[in-house]
């Protein structure tokens, strides 16, 4: 299984930007894959995700903000950002897991997990893309 991002790049604040995860090799039906950020001093954090079924969770941080989509013939990971904001710089990764990993995740963005108990969730990760947003 590969998996690569791209589109990570400066924008200002206010800004957009679309990111994308190209995902081969994985062929399983029922998966959950996620967007991922890691500032500077920060410790990693869970941005988005969605799975098979088409269903999405955010982050409180990114809601209304950021929208998490896939092609699912081609897949590709998708995640739109709008109204960037300087503490949306970061690292950006993209990582697919079972389907289970998204039920994981919405307890973890509703604050009762901590990463470290949903990242094994995910099997395989890119290597990331940097989105800097500055004046």
């Known amino acids: 299984v590969h998996v690569m991002e791209s589109g990570g790049t400066s924008a200002q604040p206010g800004g957009s930007l679309r990111l994308s995860c190209q995902v081969s090799?994985?062929?399983?039906?029922?998966?959950?894959m996620g967007w991922f950020r890691q500032a500077p001093g920060k410790e990693r954090e869970g941005v988005a995700t969605?799975?098979?079924?088409?269903?999405?969770r955010y982050a409180d941080s990114v809601k209304g903000r950021f929208t998490v989509s896939e092609d699912n013939a081609k897949k590709i990971l998708y995640l739109q950002m709008n109204n960037l904001k300087p503490e949306d710089t970061a690292m950006y990764y993209c990582?697919?897991?079972?389907?289970?990993?998204?039920?994981?995740?919405?307890?973890?963005?509703?604050?009762?997990?901590?990463?470290?108990?949903?990242?094994?969730?995910?099997?395989?990760w890119g290597q990331g893309t940097q989105v800097t947003v500055s004046s």
């Open positions: 090799g994985y062929t399983a039906n029922f998966y959950c």
């Open positions: 990582a697919v897991g079972t389907s289970g990993a998204c039920i994981t995740m919405g307890r973890y963005f509703a604050g009762r997990l901590v990463l470290q108990d949903v990242a094994p969730k995910f099997g395989y």
């Open positions: 969605i799975d098979h079924d088409g269903d999405t």
